[in-house]
């Protein structure tokens, strides 16, 4: 989702270090890199998707970010991005303060499970959610962890987490989440991206 | 050994003093070369080679008339390609094809060495290869790469010269010779000082060769370069060109006959003193022990940009092994990307056609190359 990757480049400011936990095959690491100047690193757990990143030139380690975040520094990053893995970890609470450990700032999108079409074909068919951006069947989908926008809210005020930008995607369109139209939010968008810290 | 061959010789004249203490002077290091260095000389390549290696890399060996010891990685179109950069390997110092040796015969006493040769460190080699970079006038290298020993002393280079290189790619290596490793040379070195025609390494002088005592230090060595799983598809349980078994001991399995001939084909390319020597350096290797226990701090002001390979089957320098080196760069910050290669070839897959690890070096060296212009 190139509009994902555009607004993630915009958060993040030029000249600072960046780690794409679960960087898949290097895809947004290329274009931030071709968009900005940035010391950028990934850590990725697929075989297959490591080489292609170290093939492209990247500098990518093989490893699981459940594990192997914590090789890494206090604050040895000025953002860690998170670009919708969070669902498939067994321990996505463990995720998180491990990304605000390492990076000052972390940049976390997940797909929408709030998104009305997510809603409707629970509730219509009243079989687990099929989409564009949820493809699997539940029996053999990576996301153990499916939350929404509201829910990802909630767990940053309960965990005192700094919710320091938050932004809806719907298709092509990008909007500001707030607490007054985050019950809408919620349903319209596909995908929320947002900018937190301690 | 290997006298009057084509071997390319530097002779170093200037005194290098050795870990242990020793210091030389007036020696050789021989070297081989591919490709062509550029105009700017920012395309040289220097390639480690591992205990048994030497400076043969590709084409076909001079000594041995086969191919070189990693030939599937480096030649025309290859992984390191000879058409693209320029390509410097030498022998290690205390190795027997040309350079500094304990072969080489003492010109005070008139004597081969033998055990009287200096113990040498993988430090003491990388010191000496250094040399190569002024003889060609080199200011920068773009990578240094190595595997298994080779990878030691591509540690060993970057760490003593922090800025020396671009590019370091260490591949199936460990920071520090593990107990099981040294535990493996030792049965190999006392296997060559049990023959009897070792006679305390002076057989040179003396018409002798411990062929039998080096041919088992190489079987004992080979196995542990395969993995089980690659033994077993390779030879499981079959006979060698007999019907059934002989009740006798014998050669009957495939394997057996398999290691003598590695162990035999050995003997003819290599000194029983400078496996010795050679296995000594790589059981005294710790970059660790001289930074305080911490391997960060050997890399704490390299600006050089790692890539680190390691083999899933390889039980000899094991993932893990490979692993405490990135780890190690990471809580420095360095630039350092690593993978794992999906292999059943154990710690030979690097000298072997590993495709996914052919490729993925290939492209990482290209588009690094390209990515410092």
Redesign the interface.
């Known amino acids: 989702m190139k509009q994902e990757f555009k607004i993630i480049a915009d958060l993040i400011e030029s000249n600072t270090?960046v780690l794409d936990v679960g960087c898949g095959d290097g895809t947004l690491m290329e274009f931030l890199k071709n968009n900005k100047k940035l010391d950028i690193?990934g850590i990725e757990i697929s075989?297959n998707n490591?080489?292609q990143?170290?093939?492209?030139?990247?500098?990518?380690?093989?490893?699981d970010a459940e594990k192997d975040l914590s090789?890494?520094?206090d604050e040895?990053f000025d953002f860690v991005i998170l670009s919708q893995t969070l669902q498939a970890f067994l321990n996505p609470e463990k995720v998180i303060s491990e990304l605000l450990r390492v990076g000052k700032k972390a940049i976390v999108t997940i797909p929408n499970f709030g998104y009305w079409k997510v809603r409707l074909h629970l509730l219509i068919k009243g079989t687990m959610p099929v989409t564009r951006t949820l493809p699997d069947e539940w029996y053999n989908t990576p996301n153990l962890h499916m939350c929404t926008i509201q829910d990802f809210f909630n767990f940053c005020k309960k965990r005192k987490i700094n919710l320091y930008n938050s932004i809806a995607l719907q298709n092509l369109k990008s909007s500001k989440i707030t607490n007054t139209n985050l019950t809408l939010k919620n349903l319209t968008a596909v995908l929320g991206i947002f900018l937190i810290e301690k | 050994m290997n006298k009057n061959m084509n071997i390319k010789n530097l002779i170093i004249d200037k005194p290098l003093k050795l870990d242990c203490g020793q210091t030389i002077n007036n020696f050789p290091l021989a070297y081989e070369t591919y490709g062509v260095l550029n105009e700017k000389k920012d395309n040289a390549i220097l390639v480690f080679h591992a205990l048994t290696g030497d400076q043969f890399v590709s084409g076909i060996n001079p000594i041995t008339k086969k191919d070189g010891w990693w030939s599937y990685a480096v030649g025309s179109d290859k992984a390191i390609d000879t058409n693209k950069y320029f390509i410097i390997c030498a022998n290690v110092i205390g190795g027997c094809s040309g350079s500094f040796g304990p072969s080489n015969t003492n010109p005070l006493t008139n004597k081969v060495y033998g055990t009287t040769f200096p113990i040498i460190t993988i430090n003491d080699m990388v010191n000496v290869q250094y040399n190569l970079l002024e003889f060609f006038k080199i200011k920068k290298l773009f990578a240094v790469i190595g595997g298994s020993m080779g990878g030691m002393q591509v540690l060993q280079f970057v760490s003593n010269f922090p800025n020396k290189t671009k590019v370091a790619i260490p591949i199936a290596t460990t920071s520090n010779h593990s107990a099981q490793n040294i535990a493996f040379n030792e049965l190999g070195r006392q296997s060559i000082m049990a023959d009897t025609n070792w006679v305390n390494g002076d057989y040179s002088n003396q018409n002798k060769n411990p062929n039998k005592g080096l041919s088992v230090a190489r079987m004992a060595a080979h196995i542990t370069y395969l993995s089980k799983k690659g033994l077993q598809e390779k030879f499981g349980r079959k006979l060698q060109e007999r019907d059934d078994l002989k009740f006798s001991f014998d050669a009957d399995f495939q394997i057996e006959s398999y290691l003598r001939h590695q162990g035999s084909v050995f003997v003819d390319r290599f000194d029983a003193n400078s496996y010795l020597y050679i296995t000594r350096a790589m059981d005294y290797f710790d970059l660790l022990k001289h930074h305080d226990g911490n391997l960060s701090k050997a890399f704490i002001d390299t600006k050089t940009?790692f890539?680190i390979i390691s083999f899933t089957s390889d039980w000899l320098y094991p993932t893990s092994e490979n692993k405490e080196i990135?780890?190690a760069l990471?809580?420095i910050?360095a630039?350092?990307?690593?993978?794992?290669?999906?292999s059943d070839k154990g710690h030979d897959s690097f000298l072997l056609n590993t495709s996914?690890f052919l490729?993925?070096l290939?492209?990482?060296i290209n588009?690094?190359y390209?990515?410092n212009k």
Request: aromatic share 6%; proline share 2%.
């Open positions: 270090r690193r075989k490591v080489q990143c170290i093939g492209k030139g990247l500098t990518v380690i093989e490893g090789q890494f520094p040895s | 940009k890539l990135v780890i990471n809580a910050g630039d350092v990307g690593f993978v794992e290669i999906e996914s490729d993925t290939k492209d990482y588009t690094s390209q990515n």
